[in-house]
C-alpha cells in the first residue's frame, strides 16, 4: 500500500477517536521526543501525530466506560481466522510479547487507542479488521464502581 493510501486510511481510521486529555498528552510527548522511545521512528511518529490531530480529547472523567485508554486490557477478536488474544495497552518501554503487553505508541495500540467495544480496527497494512470484542478492564471503569478485575470477566 502506497504512503499516500496509508495516510489516507490513518485519518479515515482516527476520525472518531476519543482521547482522555492525559493520553492525549502522553501520545503529544512520545511523538516529538520519538529519537528517544525505543524501536520507533519518523514514521510512528506520525502516526501518533496523525491519531492526535483527528481526535476529541475530554477531561478522563468524561470518557465514557467502554473507551479503551493506556492502562486498558482489551479482548480482540481476528475476524479472518476467528480467533481471541487478549492485550494490555501500556506506555512505550513496558511492552512484552509473552505478557501480551502492546505499547500504546505501537501499530496496534494507536489502533486500539480511543476506540470502543464492538469497533473493528485495521493494523498497518492488514486487510484483516480485529473487532475489540470486549473491554475487561480501564481505569475509569474502576473508579465508577465496576469490577476493577479482568480476570474470569
Given amino acids: 500500500m502506497s504512503n499516500t493510501r496509508v495516510d489516507k486510511a490513518m485519518r479515515a481510521q482516527n476520525s472518531g477517536v476519543i482521547l482522555s486529555r492525559d493520553?492525549?498528552?502522553w501520545l503529544a510527548f512520545w511523538a516529538r521526543n520519538v529519537a528517544a522511545v525505543a524501536r520507533h521512528d519518523q514514521a510512528q511518529a506520525n502516526r501518533m501525530e496523525a491519531v492526535l490531530?483527528?481526535?476529541?480529547v475530554l477531561p478522563m472523567d468524561a470518557i465514557d466506560t467502554d473507551v479503551v485508554t493506556i492502562g486498558s486490557i482489551v479482548q480482540l477478536r481476528d475476524r479472518r481466522y476467528d480467533e481471541e488474544r487478549i492485550v494490555w495497552i501500556v506506555a512505550p518501554g513496558y511492552e512484552s510479547d509473552l505478557l501480551e503487553k502492546v505499547a500504546v505508541t505501537s501499530s496496534l495500540g494507536l489502533s486500539l487507542i480511543g476506540r470502543r467495544e464492538g469497533d473493528d480496527v485495521v493494523i498497518g497494512e492488514a486487510d484483516t479488521p480485529l473487532c475489540i470484542r470486549k473491554l475487561l478492564y480501564q481505569h475509569r471503569r474502576a473508579r465508577v464502581g465496576e469490577s476493577a478485575s479482568w480476570r474470569g470477566r
Fill in 53 to 56: 490531530d483527528h481526535a476529541t
Fill in 23 to 25: 493520553d492525549a498528552q
